[in-house]
Nanobody, 130 residues
Framework: HVQLVESGGGSVQSGGSLRLSCVAS?????????MAWFRQAPGKEREGVAA????????YYADSVKGRFTISLNDAKNTLYLQMSSLKPEDSGRYYC???????????????????????WGQGTQVTVS
C-alpha cells in the first residue's frame, strides 16, 4: 500500500520561500519510477507543477514556476522535495505529491503534467501566499 505524506506548507508573503517535503512508503519501485508535485487552487483544475524521473534525475517544470521552483529527490530517504522561491499569490493552493511506475522516460517527458500519469497521491499540504 503506497502512502505519501506531504508537509512544509504554510502562509508566506509574496517573495518568500517554502520547502515542501513528501515522504513515500509502501512502494517497491527501485527504478523506473517518477514523482511529481501538483497544485490545486479553489475552483481550478489540479495542475502539474514539477516532476522528476528517478532513474536519471530528469526534471520538468510548468512554465509558471520555471526558475523559481526546484524539485529534488532523496532516494535514500524516499523523500521528494519542492523548494519554492519568489512566491506569488497565484502560487497559492493545495500542493499534492504523486508517484507511479514510469517505464518509459520518453513517454514521461511528454506526459509528466497529466494527472492520469500517476496512480498514487498524498493528501496535500496548503500553501497560501499573500
Amino acid at each position: 500500500h503506497v502512502q505519501l505524506v506531504e508537509s512544509g506548507g504554510g502562509s508566506v508573503q509574496s517573495g518568500g520561500s517554502l520547502r515542501l517535503s513528501c515522504v513515500a512508503s509502501g512502494f517497491t519501485y527501485s527504478k523506473n519510477y517518477c514523482m511529481a508535485w501538483f497544485r490545486q487552487a479553489p475552483g481550478k483544475e489540479r495542475e502539474g507543477v514539477a516532476a522528476i524521473y528517478a532513474d536519471d534525475g530528469s526534471t520538468y517544470y510548468a512554465d509558471s514556476v520555471k526558475g523559481r521552483f526546484t524539485i529534488s529527490l532523496n532516494d535514500a530517504k524516499n523523500t521528494l522535495y519542492l523548494q519554492m522561491s519568489s512566491l506569488k499569490p497565484e502560487d497559492s493552493g493545495r500542493y499534492y505529491c504523486a508517484v507511479d511506475w514510469c517505464p518509459s522516460a520518453a513517454d514521461f517527458g511528454r506526459e509528466w503534467y497529466r494527472r492520469t500519469s500517476y496512480g498514487h497521491w498524498g493528501q496535500g499540504t496548503q500553501v497560501t501566499v499573500s
